[in-house]
């Protein structure tokens, strides 16, 4: 008897300190972004990144080139629009640009880029597509082209289309 009531004694206390674990609530979504409606006739300056997900033969100078292959091209695209792009050099930049490069060896690129910005934080993230390219500046020009469209039609928060 003594056993059992000093058992019982035990296992209450083992119970006792026991706390349910604490689960944390889930944050409130952030609330649905408004249109931005397409961009035009600004100076637009841009922060240029990039990450190599292999050994890249050059890299320190791929790093000083990529920023400015980017922004030449940012320059062509949006001159229908009236825009003019530069790299933010002591100024608050209006887009980031931060490609990830990848080898699938044999000279085969792919990449993605994830583009944010415009005081709405990440835009999207683009990926090269299906199929590898074979260097790395097309891989560059290709993610480039799909972000500036972004700016040329402006853009929306992708919940809203969840939403219907």
Same mark, same amino acid.
């Given at each position: 008897?003594?056993?059992?009531?000093?058992?019982?004694?035990?296992?209450?206390? @083992?119970?006792?300190?026991?706390? +349910?674990?604490? @689960?944390?609530?889930? +944050?409130?979504?952030?609330?649905?972004?408004?249109? @931005? +409606?397409?961009?035009?006739?600004?100076?637009?300056?841009?922060?240029?990144?990039?990450?190599?997900?292999?050994?890249?033969?050059?890299?320190?100078?791929?790093?000083?080139?990529? +920023?400015?292959?980017?922004?030449?091209?940012?320059? @062509?695209?949006?001159?229908?629009?009236?825009?003019?792009?530069?790299?933010?050099?002591?100024?608050?930049?209006?887009?980031?640009?931060?490609?990830?490069?990848?080898?699938?060896?044999?000279?085969?690129?792919?990449?993605?880029?994830?583009?944010?910005?415009?005081?709405?934080?990440?835009?999207?993230?683009?990926?090269?597509?299906? =199929?590898? =390219?074979?260097?790395?500046?097309?891989?560059?020009?290709?993610?480039?082209?799909?972000? =500036?469209?972004?700016?040329?039609?402006?853009?929306?928060?992708?919940?809203?289309?969840?939403?219907?």
């Amino acid at each position: 008897m003594l056993t059992r009531v000093l058992a019982f004694g035990c296992l209450l206390a @083992v119970l006792s300190s026991c706390q +349910p674990a604490y @689960v944390e609530p889930e +944050p409130a979504p952030d609330p649905i972004k408004p249109d @931005v +409606p397409p961009i035009h006739h600004l100076q637009l300056k841009l922060v240029v990144t990039s990450t190599f997900t292999y050994p890249a033969k050059d890299e320190a100078t791929a790093r000083t080139l990529i +920023p400015e292959q980017v922004t030449r091209r940012m320059n @062509v695209n949006g001159q229908p629009q009236g825009n003019t792009f530069i790299l933010a050099n002591g100024v608050q930049e209006n887009f980031t640009l931060a490609f990830t490069l990848n080898s699938l060896g044999d000279s085969r690129f792919t990449g993605s880029l994830r583009f944010s910005g415009w005081g709405q934080g990440v835009i999207t993230t683009l990926y090269s597509g299906e =199929y590898a =390219y074979t260097n790395v500046p097309d891989v560059i020009q290709a993610l480039t082209d799909k972000a =500036y469209l972004f700016i040329k039609l402006g853009w929306h928060d992708k919940r809203k289309d969840e939403k219907k």
